[in-house]
Every structure is written in structure tokens, then in C-alpha cells.
């Protein structure tokens, strides 16, 4: 139930974006793709649940939402890297599309619909997807394995990102297929209403955790 407490609360606070980024085409699309690089931030309280479950130790929803007492200036930090990567994409993402997009105007979900479709916004489509996938590697390769570190030892925040990184050069092909998986399901839990989320995220949150215990000595 506590997991579950999670995937609802992060879906509510999708929807409430989304919502009220509707009647905006030039931060629709980097709402979305943008949730990709807050999530590991917004999954401590999951990895502070799967820890105490290793560690034989009471897991209640109260206990989880302690976990920023553990390491609070490496969270703090962690959590401030990840709202500026976030803003970062966003401005990205207008400019991107204030530059590259010559159509009339329109809804946000029929814009990102001809972007795909029309070969007039091909260079669009190629520059965002460039731009949003660099980005979003980045953020994977520095946030795999740093935020349940954080959460799980106390550590500083260059170890973290340091120790991250050196997981993801050691183990390319695995953390690649990974991030492949955390895609994917991230995209039903959208394509699905965001109702998917509800399911999907505490099951990745949970998964994460496992993974940097198997990647960390």
C-alpha cells in the first residue's frame, strides 16, 4: 500500500501538469519527456521502502518519507541537479520548437501528432529527439545508481554521481537494455492515462534499487 501510495501520488501530480500544460504546444511535449529526469528524485521514498525491506526493518509510508533524513545534503543536492536539468530541457524544448517548427498553430497532442508524421518537420522531429536523448542519457548514467546510494549509504553527492557513472562504463549493454525498460513502461504509464504509472513506477522504484545493490559493492 505504501508502494501503491506512490505510483497514485506521482500519476496525480503528472495529471496536474499535464493538465495545465494543455493549451501549451511549446511545453507539452517537454512536460512529458521531462518526467524522465525528475523521477529517480521523486522515487526515494521507494528506495527507502526497499531498503528497510533488505534490512528487516519496519517499512510504513511515515518511514519512507524520513528518507531525506538520512543524507540530507546529498538528497538536497541530488533533488536541486534534477529541477535544474528539468528546467534546462524545458528551455531547450521551447526554443527547439520556436526555431524549427513552421506550421499553424495548434493543440498539443495534434502538433506532437504532425511533428511525427509530416515530413515537412523532420528536422524537428531528428534535432529534438538528438537533443532530448543526449540529455536524458546524461541524467541516467549520473542518476542510476546515485539517488538509492544516496539514500542507502551515507555518502557524499560526487561520490554518488562518480559512482554512477562508473557503473554505466563497466556495464554498457545491461544498463543500456535498462533504460530501454524504464522507457518503455514509463510510455504505457502515459499512453494509459497515466493510470499505468500507478503500477509501473513503484515497480521500477523497487527494481532500481535492487539493480544499484547488484551494480555497487
Known amino acids: 500500500m505504501a ?13 496536474v501538469i499535464l493538465g495545465i500544460t494543455a493549451s501549451l504546444p511549446y511545453l507539452f511535449a517537454a512536460a512529458i519527456t521531462g518526467f524522465l529526469l525528475v523521477a529517480p528524485m521523486l522515487a526515494a ?16 509510508l511515515v518511514d519512507s518519507m524520513l528518507a531525506w533524513r538520512r543524507n540530507p545534503s546529498g538528497l538536497v543536492g541530488f533533488a536541486l541537479l534534477s529541477i535544474l536539468a528539468g528546467t534546462a530541457w524545458q ?7 520556436a526555431l524549427f517548427y513552421k506550421g499553424s498553430a495548434m493543440a498539443p497532442m495534434a502538433m506532437m501528432i504532425e511533428v511525427v508524421v509530416n515530413p515537412q518537420h523532420y528536422l524537428l522531429f531528428f534535432i529534438y529527439v538528438c ?21 542507502d549509504r551515507q555518502c557524499d553527492l560526487l561520490t554518488a554521481l562518480t559512482t554512477s557513472i562508473d557503473a554505466v ?14 522507457m518503455v513502461l514509463t510510455g504505457l504509464g502515459f499512453a494509459t ?5 500507478i503500477l509501473f513506477l ?14 555497487v559493492e
Not at 537533443?131 to 539514500?151: K, Q
Not at 492515462?193 to 504509472?197: K, N
Request: aromatic share 12%; charged share 10%.
Open 45 to 60: 521514498g521507494l528506495y527507502e521502502l526497499s531498503r528497510r525491506y533488505l534490512a528487516g526493518e519496519p517499512a510504513t
Open 193 to 197: 492515462a497515466l493510470l499505468g504509472l
Open 3 to 15: 508502494s501503491l501510495f506512490y505510483g497514485v501520488a506521482i500519476a496525480v501530480a503528472g495529471a
Open 91 to 97: 528551455v531547450a524544448s521551447v526554443v527547439i520548437v
Open 131 to 151: 537533443a532530448g536523448g543526449f540529455l536524458a542519457a546524461l541524467v541516467f548514467a549520473v542518476s542510476v545508481v546515485s539517488m538509492p546510494m544516496l539514500v
Open 169 to 182: 562504463a563497466e556495464n554498457p549493454l545491461p544498463l543500456a537494455l535498462w533504460a530501454m525498460i524504464l
Open 202 to 215: 513503484p515497480w521500477l522504484g523497487h527494481a532500481s534499487f535492487h539493480a544499484y545493490r547488484e551494480l
